[in-house]
């Protein structure tokens, strides 16, 4: 059985007929692809909750108690996250689910939240992760090789959790790692960021480089177990970006700029593919322009159409699993050069025989996917 997911968003006005049987299914996908919540308040919005059989119903009711409780949860954290850096010389530019939030997009709408993700310059890290420590944020990262691997090759320093409330920042300085074959540098980014009003200090990615970051994250990360979560809000942002004059154009023309041409033309792919939406025809040119070869389309097309699936039994097929693997080895490929992955391969191999070390191994493991 494919995603019975897909089809709610590609046709969003139209209601599913589903059983009982159907609902158990539906939402054992949605849970696995961290779209429960996304469900709730769609089904919400429709005002079709009543429709819905009891059992079922209580676990939409559930999820949309638990997206009011994070949202004020966000709302505060940000509030923080400003205060505490409000004598650094960066803009702070939310990234992700917390920018969809304070900047009020159509991603925001049913989404559950696991940590915030900020962008500063990358000269003032030292400075930001000092001020957040003041303010009771702390690494709890102790490997000495886990933190090499965060503060030499990655574009964020390691997480840092809230000692009494337990909320997680990730601080990046880029959206890509600086070993990627995707190298972005983050002070252009940081110059078209845009401020959000209402938030004193607070700024977003401007609306070409959130669609990007979106497109890069989804198929650098290699975390696919939410991949149609990750593609639906790269959905969201162009129907939503879309309807401006020059938006479009002005993708192309970033995606070409910043080298993400390849990343933007799947993600195109696949929203089309699954939702409907498509680029307009004026740019179907700019689109030839950034495809990539027939045979990488061809093998990219194959594994992801299995890999977006959610993770969950009913999804199943024959090759999902060798297709989710290939596209994570894909992933180390893009992200690092070769001199770098195989020996944190060949660690990561080591301790997963020595399970008293394994713990370091494992927050390296995030670190890659």
Not at 131 to 139: E, K, M, P, Q, T
Request: charged content about 20%; glycine content about 6%; proline content about 6%.
């Amino acid at each position: 059985m494919r995603s019975l997911l897909a089809q709610v968003w590609a046709q969003p006005n139209e209601q599913p007929a589903w059983t009982l049987s159907k609902w158990e299914t539906v939402l054992g996908q949605a849970r696995q692809a961290r779209l429960l919540g996304r469900l709730a308040r769609h089904y919400a919005d429709h005002h079709w909750l009543v429709t819905v059989p009891k059992q079922p119903r209580q676990y939409l009711e559930g999820a949309l108690r638990l997206i009011e409780r994070q949202h004020h949860e966000v709302q505060w954290e940000t509030l923080c996250i400003r205060r505490a850096l409000m004598g650094v010389d960066t803009p702070v530019v939310m990234l992700k689910g917390a920018a969809y939030f304070v900047a009020g997009l159509p991603p925001r709408h049913g989404r559950l939240f696991s940590d915030i993700d900020i962008m500063v310059k990358k000269e003032c890290l030292p400075e930001v992760e000092g001020a957040l420590f003041r303010h009771g944020w702390i690494s709890e990262e102790r490997d000495a090789y886990n933190q090499r691997y965060y503060r030499e090759w990655m574009h964020e320093i390691p997480p840092m959790t809230h000692v009494q409330r337990g909320t997680v920042i990730d601080v990046h300085h880029t959206i890509t790692p600086p070993t990627s074959r995707f190298k972005v540098d983050g002070a252009r980014l940081l110059e078209c960021a845009v401020a959000i009003d209402g938030w004193e200090g607070v700024y977003v990615l401007a609306p070409v480089d959130m669609v990007l970051h979106s497109a890069v994250h989804l198929f650098q990360e290699g975390e696919f177990s939410h991949g149609l979560r990750d593609l639906l809000d790269i959905n969201d942002l162009l129907l939503h970006f879309g309807t401006d004059a020059g938006f479009w154009g002005a993708l192309f023309a970033r995606a070409r700029d910043l080298g993400l041409g390849e990343p933007l033309f799947h993600a195109l792919h696949h929203t089309q593919r699954l939702f409907g939406t498509r680029a307009p025809q004026e740019s179907a040119q700019a689109l030839q322009d950034i495809r990539p070869n027939w045979i990488t389309r061809q093998l990219m097309s194959a594994l992801l159409n299995r890999a977006l699936q959610p993770l969950h039994p009913s999804c199943d097929e024959p090759g999902s699993n060798l297709a989710r693997w290939l596209l994570y080895i894909r992933s180390h490929y893009l992200r690092m050069p070769w001199y770098l992955i195989v020996p944190h391969l060949t660690r990561k191999a080591y301790m997963r025989y020595f399970p008293k070390n394994g713990k370091a191994a494992m927050n390296a493991d995030q670190v890659v996917r």
